[in-house]
Structures are given as structure tokens and as C-alpha cells.
């Protein structure tokens, strides 16, 4: 077993990971390439650009709500290492089973000191105050949105139920639960308030700008640019990313996220432009992380070159 766990964690089959995860994420770009070529005709230059600039933002802002769980769980970790760790393992999960950037974030984050548990329980806390964050975007894009769904006012009644559950003395009791669950030793130490807020608050700020993305794209293909139809494109995207999160052993929950963006958009713009919307979308975030991935990795291998 420790001749398998040390090859699993030699150079060499690290960079054949990564470079199959590369190569995953990249046919999910070519897979679709006639259709994304005609959606990118139908849109002006500056607007892809624009789209795919703020795409690389969305992705930003989730490295930055992860590394504030991170340090607050352990020994701080440097930006430059909580960029790699993260970027590169987000890339990994364009891989099939759901959970290689698990694998990818505890392996890399055990060459800076970081312990597989904690890199595990960070990357699971990041992604539920994301859910958490996601669900209550969501439950007010569907009251207050354009498709006249005041009448479920009760939704929001859904939001003080999530504020307990990020509640830091819940919080640490249900994630101590989980690990004893598992028989794993407890954090080095509980999250605090102060973390979990601002974890939240990068979250909402990710949320916001991936709306943006969405939004731009649907008003570059002639769709009026509407308050009420961005509050949407917001919950909607938020809602989307939950559903395929929660559909983890499909690869970055391609197609089910599509579904449920397209669902929240439909009877808003036609038919058509909704498969252009989702389409498009998932394209520029999933080369936003290729490109935020391979910077990350470029930058490893031209720190490793300097030290040797």
C-alpha cells in the first residue's frame, strides 16, 4: 500500500494527472465547437472578451473565499501557494468521478505543510458557504425577479435557516460530527466568525459577477438589459452551480448546470438564445479556469527551475 501511495504522489504521475485533466477540460471546449463558433458569431468582440475577463474574476473570487477558510484553519498560507494549490486543482475537476480536486488540493497542499484533512475540510467548507451563499441569491432572484414569482414570498423564509448553518458554534459542531463520523482527528482549530463572513462575502461578490457574465451574454444577443432580468441571471447562474455541485460524481456537473441555468432563463428570452446563454457560459468559465490553471502551473515549474 505505501509503494502505491508513493507512486500516486510521484512527479511523474502528477504531471500525467494534470495533463489529463488539461486535456479533459479542454475537450469540454472543443466537444461543443460548432455550436460555441456560432454562438461567438452572433456576439461582438468586446463582449466575449469582456465575458471572459469577468469569468477569470468569478474565479478569483472563489480562490479568495478559500484561502480566507484555509488560513483560518491552520498555519496561514502564502498567496502565491494558495493561487497553485487551488487553480491547478480546479482544473481537475473537469476529470471524471467529482472528487480529483480533492485529490488534487490535498496532494498539492501537502508540498507546503498543509494536512490532507484540512486541505479536504477547507475545500468542502469553501464549497458550502458557496452553496449557502448560492441558495439565498437564488431564493431572492426568484421573489424579486422578472417572471412575476412575488407570490412565493415564503422562499425567503429559507435564508435565516442557511445564517445558522454558517453560525460558527453549529458550523464547527456539524463539521467535529463529520470527522468523527470518518474517524479524522478535528481541525487545528475552529473556523471564526470573522472568516466565515468574509469567506461569505467573497462568495456573494463571485455570485454577483458570474451573474454579470451570464447577463452580458444575453444582452450582447439583442435581449433587453433589464435590473430585474440581471437579479435573475444571478440566482439563476447561483442556482445552477448548486445543482450541479450537489450532482458531484458528473465531471464540474456539466449538462445538469446547463439545465437548471436554462430552466431559470426560459419563457425570459427565446428558445434559442437560452442554448447560446448556457452554452457560452459554461465555455468562458471553463477556459477561465485553464487559463488560471496553467498560469499556476507555468509559475510552479518556474519556482521549482530557480530553487534547483
Do not use: C, H
Not at 460555441?36 to 469577468?54: E, K, N, P, Q
Not at 474574476?57 to 491552520?74: E, K, P, Q, S, Y
Not at 464547527?172 to 472568516?195: V, Y
Amino acid at each position: 500500500m505505501r509503494a502505491v501511495l508513493d507512486a500516486l504522489r510521484s512527479p511523474a504521475f502528477r504531471a500525467v494527472f494534470m495533463l489529463a485533466a488539461i486535456v479533459a477540460a479542454i475537450w469540454a471546449v472543443i466537444g461543443n465547437w460548432d455550436e460555441v463558433s456560432a454562438a461567438l458569431s452572433r456576439l461582438d468582440w468586446w463582449i466575449v472578451v469582456l465575458s471572459l475577463v469577468v469569468s477569470i474574476i468569478f474565479v478569483i473570487l472563489t480562490m479568495l473565499a478559500w484561502r480566507v477558510i484555509l488560513n483560518d484553519a491552520g498555519e496561514p498560507v502564502g498567496k502565491g501557494p494558495a493561487r497553485r494549490i487551488f487553480y491547478v486543482s480546479q482544473v481537475a475537476k473537469y476529470l471524471p468521478g467529482g472528487v480529483w480536486n480533492f485529490v488534487a488540493a490535498a496532494e498539492m497542499g501537502a508540498d507546503y505543510n498543509i494536512s490532507r484533512r484540512r486541505s479536504v475540510t477547507v475545500l468542502l467548507m469553501s464549497m458550502a458557504v458557496s452553496v449557502v451563499t448560492g441558495l439565498a441569491l437564488a431564493a431572492i432572484a426568484i421573489v424579486f425577479g422578472p417572471s412575476g414569482t412575488s407570490a412565493y414570498w415564503w422562499v425567503l423564509l429559507v435564508l435565516p435557516v442557511l445564517a445558522i448553518i454558517l453560525y460558527p458554534p453549529v458550523l464547527n459542531r456539524l463539521i467535529d460530527k463529520g470527522l468523527a463520523l470518518i474517524k479524522r482527528d478535528r481541525l487545528e482549530r475552529p473556523f471564526t466568525g470573522k472568516a466565515i463572513t468574509v469567506a461569505a462575502l467573497f462568495s456573494t461578490a463571485s455570485w454577483i459577477i458570474a451573474g454579470l457574465q451570464v447577463f452580458l451574454i444575453l444582452t450582447g444577443l439583442g435581449n433587453e438589459a433589464r435590473i430585474d432580468t440581471y437579479i435573475l441571471t444571478v440566482g439563476g447562474y447561483a442556482l445552477a452551480w448548486v445543482v450541479g455541485f450537489l450532482v458531484f460524481f458528473i465531471p464540474a456537473g456539466v449538462g445538469v448546470r446547463e439545465l437548471a441555468l436554462g430552466a431559470t432563463l426560459a419563457g425570459l428570452v427565446p428558445g434559442g438564445d437560452v442554448v447560446v446563454v448556457v452554452l457560452l457560459s459554461r465555455i468562458l468559465f471553463t477556459v477561465a479556469d485553464l487559463l488560471l490553471g496553467l498560469g499556476a502551473s507555468f509559475q510552479m515549474r518556474r519556482d521549482a527551475r530557480s530553487i534547483t
